[in-house]
T-cell receptor, first 113, second 113 residues
């Protein structure tokens, strides 16, 4: 089946630790996105990538890093510089980097121990 | 600032009745797309309906329809014949600037039996 997968479903981070969230899509979409959702709130854009080996900062990029070495993969690293990482993280993709509809993965819940 | 506003944090409706969720936005763009997404308790973001701003005809998808008022920058979602499975958070979103989707704060809809 075509779709977007995210792993793990739950992730625990210790103080000062970097953790990486996985996002994979087999939809052959060019563009991929990472969003953060805090309880009771909407989504905020962290990073997006319109093409392999290129990515752009969103509204809340500080403390996060990404890579786009393959079209189907867009991992997000939450670094120790992100002081409040507890949130729900959603990955999305769209066919192109313009105003196409974005399709979402199931999300990863990150908790700080 | 460019924003998307959902003024109803919570709403409830009796099963089989109709409910309307409101959304207003502020953009200087002339051509853009608007979306309603549903987020059930599983937290998967699901596209409900999409409207293209240059089209005057309101979009319809089965029991879901929109009332798009471009001059008023309003984009409401009407759910007819509400079902228990419609219980979810609903988010309005649009491309206010380039490729980035901006989301409203969400409306929690409860469908009562």
């Amino acid at each position: 089946d075509g779709g977007i997968t995210q792993s793990p479903k739950y992730l625990f981070r210790k103080e000062g630790q970097n953790v990486t969230l996985s996002c994979e899509q087999n939809l052959n979409h060019d563009a991929m996105y990472w969003y953060r959702q805090d309880p009771g709130q909407g989504l905020r854009l962290i990073y997006y990538s319109q093409i392999v080996n290129d990515f752009q900062k969103g509204d809340i990029a500080e403390g996060y890093s990404v890579s786009r070495e393959k079209k189907e993969s867009f991992p997000l690293t939450v670094t120790s510089a992100q002081k409040n990482p507890t949130a729900f993280y959603l990955c999305a993709s769209s066919p192109r980097g313009d105003e196409e509809t974005q399709y979402f993965g199931p999300g990863t819940r990150l908790l700080v121990l | 600032a460019q924003t998307v506003t959902q003024s109803q944090p919570e709403m409830s409706v009796q099963e089989a009745e109709t409910v309307t969720l409101s959304c207003t936005y502020d953009t200087s763009e002339n051509n853009y797309y608007l979306f309603w997404y549903k987020q059930p308790p599983s937290r998967q973001m699901i596209l409900v309906i999409r409207q293209e701003a240059y089209k005057q005809q309101n979009a319809t998808e089965n029991r879901f329809s929109v009332n798009f008022q471009k001059a008023a920058k309003s984009f409401s979602l009407k759910i007819s014949d509400s079902q228990l499975g419609d219980t979810a958070m609903y988010f309005c979103a649009t491309h206010l600037s380039g490729n980035m989707l901006t989301f409203g704060g969400g409306t929690r809809l409860m469908v009562k039996p």
